[in-house]
């Protein structure tokens, strides 16, 4: 929730203090000597066993360019890294130097004074050679706040073995989906589809395909409660209710890729982060058998949600100058081919795109055009707020404890609760 006056002003303060006197005894170094050094401490927030050995390997390397630098890497969960940051800037002691943050979270932490303006430093080169719609979650009033490191949106996984016993294609359509769960279940005994329950992110792309969306940032208007939200709820209920989807509603990420990996469901809905992992599994042993199509589409149309990460340095570091070269590495054209070659993760810089490793990536050309359609959410403070809720009702629609009329209204009651003054 946004802070008043007060809490900002006190924010600002520590932000400040911490400046001064260092948010980590480990990290100060030197400062305009020309050679850095010192403690750079990152918190990386991708997955464990898969994403994050890669970025910690790279992380090595940028010690390796400048030998008087300790990156100190921490994999920090997820789920907990949002509330774990705000709580040590807050408090001034025991964040990290550099963060990696869900796109959502940036005007947010940029808005509680907690980043520092990257503008004109060492962090921010070549602008322009950003993708346009990976830059615009990183600015906030008018100044820049972090660093697009990849960016993603949502499609269709699907098992292509299992597809051909039951002999149908990708489902364009939610209708097809339904008829496409039929027939594998039919042909197979399986279930079509694995729609994860606990985390709203994942509805977006049924909430986009009937033409909704969250709020009206531009006319400050909550949307989630009105006809294309509703029926958005009975989109995702139907498809449960109908046998076509299985669902959960507690520890959704695991359940979904146990159940995929293993072959127990021939489809489920998610993005280039979940490919190395899904490839681990014993139904893809042979890569070829993972087969990715776009999220079906709605009544309005087929719409996938932006996601993805940037990277953002503490305003109180006390080692700003390797923490602005060290976003500035890991952000970088060669970094950002190396992760889209061994990650299959999708550049934020054009000229990445030119890499080899990623045009010989097939997730990543055809996860590219998925991006550049891809529905932006309003980078607004709350943005990161408006899930919480979102999830609550999700998960009781899912598991049939409230109706999509219900589940509707209650959002969009909190939505405007969290957004004063907001119609």
Known sequence: MRRGITATALVATLALAATACGGDDESGG?????????????????????EDKVFKKIAEGFEKEHPKV????????????????????????GAPDVIRSEVAWTP????????????????????????EQAAASTKYKGKTYAVPQVIDSMGIFYNKKMFADAGVEPPASVADLKTVAEKIKKKTGKTGLYLRGDDSYYFL????????????????????????GVKAFGVVKDLVDSGAAKTDATDGWENMMQSFKNGDVAMMINGPWAVADTLTGKEFTDKANLGISTVPAGSAGQGAPQGGHNLGV??????????????????????????????????TRTSAYAKKQAVDSEIVQFFKPVVETAVERPWIPETGSLFAP???EYT??????????????????????LLKGWK
């Open 314 to 347: 503490y305003a109180g570091s006390a080692n700003l100058d390797a923490s602005y070269a060290f976003v500035d590495y890991m952000t970088s054209v060669q970094t950002q081919a190396q992760t889209a070659g061994e990650l299959n993760l999708l550049p």
């Open 108 to 131: 947010e932490f940029a808005d509680l004074g907690y980043l520092a303006p990257l503008d004109g430093t060492a962090a921010l080169k070549d602008q322009g050679d950003f993708l």
């Open 70 to 93: 300790d990156v100190k890497y921490v994999n920090v969960p997820f789920g907990e890294a949002q509330n774990k940051f705000k709580n040590a800037a807050q408090a001034g002691s």
């Open 205 to 228: 792309s049924f909430l986009y395909g009937e033409g909704g969306d969250l709020v009206d940032a531009d006319a400050k208007t909550v949307t989630v409660d009105n006809a294309a």
């Open 390 to 392: 979102l999830n609550v």
């Open 396 to 417: 009781k629609v899912l598991t049939g404890q409230s109706t999509p009329e219900k589940a509707a209204k209650s959002t969009g009651d909190s939505y405007r609760k």
């Open 30 to 50: 030197s400062k305009g000597s020309g050679e850095l050094s010192g403690t750079v401490t990152w918190w990386d927030t991708s997955n464990v066993g898969s």
